[in-house]
């Protein structure tokens, strides 16, 4: 193997260049229009533009991907995770052109790629799995009958991909037709087919997995645990291991349950094995037929390269340990960075600065030490393209406790401007109590998600006004002179304006006056504030665990300024493309009724009316691409017969 075409992009991409380099082995990248300056293009040995924006018109292309392939001289093609990971088509293609596949047999993915398939299986070799219906009728009317057999919860599930996309929870079976018709929308548009499941729901489980890696010589073994519990709409952001919930005992039984699937399957390469755990029971979910975005926890526990033992395997090697061989030691965890705001909406656009606390990439950090897989810089343009994730920070030390700790600070210690993150939101699940016990299970976010929120609004909120103000003086300095004359200033932060009047004092300092609050002195510039310009009146602040957005409305017109965008337009707040409009001009709505239905970053997100109000018109069509702040619907009052 001297050359590896990686079929991937982004963080994923350069984590298999880092590794094939340090093997001696060249790379190859591939690249859409939007990446092509993207640092995996810059990183690997050779690189091919495959031309096109769209997932579809490039990452997805088989016949285009192996063109690549064939015209670069590479030998073996590396599928990362996402995209064509976990499609057995795509496998055999790669195969019949005479490359070697790094990942399991095309066989296997069919025979697990499918959950429907991986459960009947499973079933087959005695794990166990949770009551459900996944046969070839899948008509709404087949659907009701099994569910009303089955009883709520009840899950709704595509049988291809996985990422949370195609899942809904019914807890009543008045639910289930929307259900269906939501998961099949999302499932076709993720997977290219709509084809679904249901299943019993446990509604307070633990989501468990086990990584496994198998040889081609039948040698099979497991690599310990990895808790997922903590996850928004169920895409995991949080995994560590060893699970709190597994001792040694409970883990060798799902070991041995996820060996034996794998073996049944007759795996190849990396693999993981995904549970449900209730208690000291377990249920499985689905197989995931490709290496784990969450994988570097595995590594930091076992001191393994994954990657390195995927190309192994697939040049013919044996597994080199064996399960005796396999120690864990001490404890792992790992966080998604991902471009979206504190109610999970995703976001587009540049960054404009990046910083991180130091921190080894791609490779496992010693016990204590930080490691980040990304594919940030300055500069670089997150669209609506492909996922919402930038990269992983994962921690390896000695305890779960300091795990957590050291953490915290890395996330604190990062620094990305120009657009929302979640960075302060994770730093917020990791500190709260009951994540810290190890108490968190699936439910967690749900629960929980509302109180976090409402934290760090109001830790913004405590440093909005001298941060803001270091980020609006940034690029307008004090003058070294005191002002006699106040200044006065309209403040909108968090959809509310504050008035305030500013008065120079000289030397960089400010004299602050606010209705209802004693007057406060300030030395610009803040420190520990970092800010960025995003427009011509906005800006993005950034101090230490605090992240907050603020724009000038000194210049607007009172009422408007006080509005906010308030009740009577409904506006997008990403990029994406409309899939449903559930409602006509002219309707009532009440308050939270679905508006737009939006997809973007491979997910469908429903706005929602703002209040009970009057729909009196709507600006756009299903189908229709829209981009941040534009104007979706327009509302009329709601004493023009909307429900109270």
Known sequence: ????????????????????????????AVYSDPDANALHVREATQAVALGGETSADTYLRTDKLLAAARVTGADAVHPGYGFLSENADFAQAVVDAGLTWIGPPPGAIRALGSK?????????????????????DQSDERFAVEAARIGTPLMVKAVAGGGGRGMRLVTDLSQLPAALASARSEALAGFGCSDLLIERALLQPRHVEVQVFADSYGACIHLGERDCSVQRR????????????????????????????????????????????????????????????????????????????????????????????????????????????????????????FSAPPATAFER???????????????????????AMLGKLIVHAPTRAEAVAALVRALQGTRVLGLPTNRAFLAACLQHPVFASGQALVPF???????????????????????????????????????????PLRLRHQGEVHSIAVRELGGGRLLVEQAGAEPVTLQLPQRGVHCVAVGPRRWHWHTGGVDGWVEDASWEPAARAGAA?????????????????????????????????????????SLASPAAITLAELLVAPGQQVSPGQVLARFAPATQGAPA
Not at 371 to 384: C, K, N, S, Y
Not at 570 to 592: H, M, S
């Open 1 to 28: 193997m001297k050359k590896i075409f990686i079929a991937n992009r982004g963080e994923i991409a350069r984590r298999i260049i880092h590794t094939a380099h340090r093997m001696g082995i060249e790379t190859v």
């Open 116 to 136: 429907a398939g991986a459960k009947a299986l499973a079933q087959s070799q005695d794990v166990p799995c949770l009551p459900g219906y996944a046969g070839d």
């Open 234 to 353: 169920h895409q995991k952001i949080i995994e560590e291991s060893p699970s709190p919930a597994v001792d040694a005992a409970l883990r060798e039984r799902m070991g041995a349950c996820a060996v034996a699937l794998a073996q049944a399957a007759g795996y190849v390469s990396a693999g993981t094995v995904e549970f449900l755990l209730d208690g000291e029971d377990f249920f499985l979910m689905e197989m995931n037929t490709r290496l784990q975005v969450e994988h570097p926890v595995t590594e930091a526990l076992t001191g393994l390269d994954l990657v390195e033992w995927q190309i192994r395997v697939a040049r013919g090697e044996p597994l080199p340990l064996t399960q005796d061989q396999v120690h864990l030691q001490g404890h792992a965890i790992e966080v998604r960075l991902c471009a979206e705001d504190a109610h999970f909406r995703p976001h587009t656009g540049r960054v404009l600065q």
């Open 365 to 387: 950090a010693a016990p204590g030490a930080l490691r980040f897989d990304h594919a940030l810089e300055e500069g670089a343009e997150v669209t609506p393209h492909y996922d």
């Open 445 to 487: 976010l749900a629960e929980h998600a509302q109180e976090l929120q409402q934290l760090l609004s109001n830790d913004e909120l405590s440093v909005h006004i001298p941060s803001a103000l270091s980020a609006i003086f940034a690029s307008n300095p004090t003058s070294d002179l005191p002002c006699a004359m106040a200044r």
């Open 565 to 605: 965008g308030g009740a009577t337009e409904l506006r997008a707040p990403f990029n994406g493309k409309v899939v449903a409009l559930p409602v006509a001009a002219g309707q009532a709505l009440a308050a939270g009724d679905t508006v737009v239905v939006i997809e973007s970053m491979k997910l469908e997100h």
